[in-house]
């Protein structure tokens, strides 16, 4: 039910002429049909416990050639982090660049999704790039049900890459490619020329447009739980704006669960035995 809602959206969203949705609102759409995608087939899906521990996912939909052969590619797409609470900030935009899937033979286009593990592995955008492999170590991420035998599934890197082709996710070595903030798009879909990822991240941009909250919805729908507190290395994000009297929760504030705690240990002494 979730894969159709995602695709008549985005059917909606790039057919009917009154909706009239921007480059930015497609590219959302198209991303959050990936998302939903996520654990369609158990034996090739991104592994939940990855999912629940990351700082930042990134979704790239359709990644296209840029050169012959085996060259390299490019695409545009979201990033979304955690805030300080544990749940997802606004999306920003990124691009993509460089590194060739040569084992894609035929493939005309690739949808990325990158799994953060820290804070630091999301410095480098702060400053508007970061070159995977270089700023920050990555690997191929382990999929399915029986990833947890993986050989890296202590999760030591740093970003974790997968493809989805065809339906099928699968990990893929992206080492030298870069990834860069899209500035133009972040200015044109917060309507705030100049709006930078850390603004964006806490939380301190203008409210997006409601395909914006779609996005964190099917992203917490595959997240449901926190193993633990996120990781905190580094500083990308600031805490979020506090919010002034009055003002509605965030959706993406109030998806969060918690497990139910038992009762707590009685004051009083147990009866001794006699």
């Known amino acids: 039910m979730r894969f159709l809602s995602a695709w008549i959206l985005l059917g909606l969203l790039s057919a009917a002429p009154a909706f009239a949705a921007t ?4 590219k959302l759409a198209t991303a959050t049909a990936v998302l939903d995608q996520l654990s369609d087939i158990p034996e090739q899906y991104v592994p939940p416990s990855l999912l629940n521990s990351a700082y930042g996912v990134a979704v790239i939909p359709n990644v296209i050639k840029i050169g012959l052969g085996i060259g390299g590619r490019h695409g545009t797409g979201v990033l979304v982090v955690r805030d300080d609470q544990g749940g997802w900030s606004n999306p920003s935009f990124i691009s993509l660049t460089g590194g060739s ?10 949808d990325i999704i990158l799994v953060f593990k820290t804070r630091r592995s999301v410095d480098g955008l702060t400053g508007g790039k970061l070159t995977l492999g270089a700023d920050a170590s990555v690997a191929a991420g382990p999929v399915g049900r029986h990833a947890e035998a993986a050989t890296d599934i202590q999760l030591k890197s740093e970003v974790y890459s997968y493809s989805r082709n065809r339906g099928l996710f699968a990990g893929v070595a992206l080492e030298g490619t870069a990834i860069n903030i899209d500035d133009d798009a972040n200015a044109a879909f917060y309507d705030r020329p100049g709006i930078t990822p850390i ?13 914006a909250q779609a996005f964190l919805r099917t992203l917490s729908a595959s997240t449901p739980e926190l193993e633990g507190e996120p990781p905190v290395t580094g500083s990308a994000a600031e805490a979020p704006a506090s919010r002034e009297p009055g003002t509605p929760r965030r959706p993406e504030e109030t998806v969060r669960t918690f497990p139910v705690e038992s009762e707590p240990p009685s004051d009083e002494d147990p009866e001794e035995d006699i």
């Open 23 to 26: 480059d930015e609102e497609e």
């Open 101 to 110: 899937f040569g084992w894609q033979i035929g493939a005309q286009s690739t």
């Open 199 to 211: 603004e964006i991240w806490s939380n301190e941009a203008p409210r997006p447009p409601a395909i």
